[in-house]
């Protein structure tokens, strides 16, 4: 049994404080690998970079408002890693931003984000790692995909 305690003191967002008891036994309803990817840019110019699942961009995730996920993170790559929930309301330690306090993903290694999906809208997520001078890592690579939180008033059926 692993317990994360979920609170968040951000201006402008207001997350109560609670337990989350998650059983290392549930399954994650979502899985990203990091791992190399080969993509064909035009005809016959294919790159090699980084990205979620064998591709770039990673799956779309889409998510009922307000449902409580678990995304597994498996780090395939050769450097330390994360993934950032950009624009959802997350606990600071499942942001997937080290200024935030989410730990690096090691190499091999794999992580669980676990929050409430919310607010609804088109989101998406993407490494925070630091590229620095290194034109293969960070916001550089292939590593992102969208996130779509349908909403509970008017959940549609959009593609």
Do not use: C
Not at 59 to 80: C, F, M, W, Y
Not at 90 to 113: H, L, N
Not at 134 to 147: A, K
Request: hydrophobic share 35%; glycine share 10%.
């Amino acid at each position: 049994m692993l317990l994360v305690l979920a609170s968040a003191s951000v201006p402008g967002l207001s997350l109560p404080a609670r337990a989350l008891q998650i059983s290392s036994e549930r399954a994650a309803d979502f899985t990203l690998q990091i791992g190399p990817v080969s993509i064909e840019l035009a005809p016959r110019k294919v790159i090699r970079t980084l990205g979620y699942n064998g591709k770039a961009p990673g799956p779309l995730l889409r998510v009922p408002e307000g449902k409580e996920i678990a995304i597994d993170v498996h780090n395939q790559s050769d450097t330390p890693q994360l993934v950032h929930w950009h624009g959802l309301r997350t606990p600071p330690a499942q942001d997937g931003a080290t200024e935030e306090g989410t730990p690096m993903i090691p190499v091999a290694g794999r992580s669980r984000y676990v929050f409430a999906a919310s607010p609804a809208g088109t989101r998406w997520y993407h490494t925070h790692g630091m590229a620095q001078r290194h034109l293969n890592r960070g916001t550089y690579t292939g590593q992102f995909g969208f996130f779509y939180v349908e909403p509970k008033s008017e959940p549609g059926g959009f593609d």
